[in-house]
């Protein structure tokens, strides 16, 4: 113990700072306080993603195009896929000799409408999907750039 502050402490200052008190008979020194320079705010524009958020018209525009154009994809991959899963019973009624035909001793249409058709289900939802995000990517750019 020998009267000095621990390592790490700080020693009371008994100097007084400039700043703090002024020299006694002197008024403090002024300091002058203006506001920064800038331009005046001039109006933000519209922007697409704003008239999204506002539901004005325009948004709406915005919204009615993406929804009928996923509404359109939606039809034609389902449209596809309907036309595709009656064609063969078409095919089938126009070719009887496809209906004697026999895979692994199933007869071949109840093999193409079993089978066959969970690939033609997996494709379709595939390029379903890539499509539908294809439409919402071009809709986020729109969006985006203006």
Not at 42 to 55: G, H, I, K, N
Not at 62 to 84: D, E, N, T
Not at 94 to 112: E, K
Request: hydrophobic content about 50%.
């Amino acid at each position: 113990m020998t009267g000095e502050p621990a390592a790490g402490a700080s020693a009371p200052s008994s100097v007084p700072s400039a700043e703090s008190s002024p020299a006694p008979g002197r008024p403090p020194q002024r300091v002058r306080v203006t506001a920064a320079r800038s331009v005046p705010a001039s109006a933000a524009p519209y922007t697409v993603s704003r008239e999204l958020d506002e539901q004005t018209e325009v948004g709406e525009v915005f919204i009615g195009s993406l929804i009928r154009s996923q509404l359109r994809l939606a039809l034609v991959v389902g449209g596809g896929f309907m036309v595709i899963l009656l064609g063969v019973p078409v095919l089938l009624a126009f070719l009887p000799v496809i209906s004697g035909l026999t895979l692994l001793t199933v007869p071949l249409p109840w093999f193409l409408l079993g089978v066959g058709v969970y690939p033609l289900v997996i494709v379709c939802g595939v390029l379903y999907v890539r499509s539908a995000a294809r439409n919402e990517q071009r809709f986020l750019d729109l969006v985006d750039d203006a």
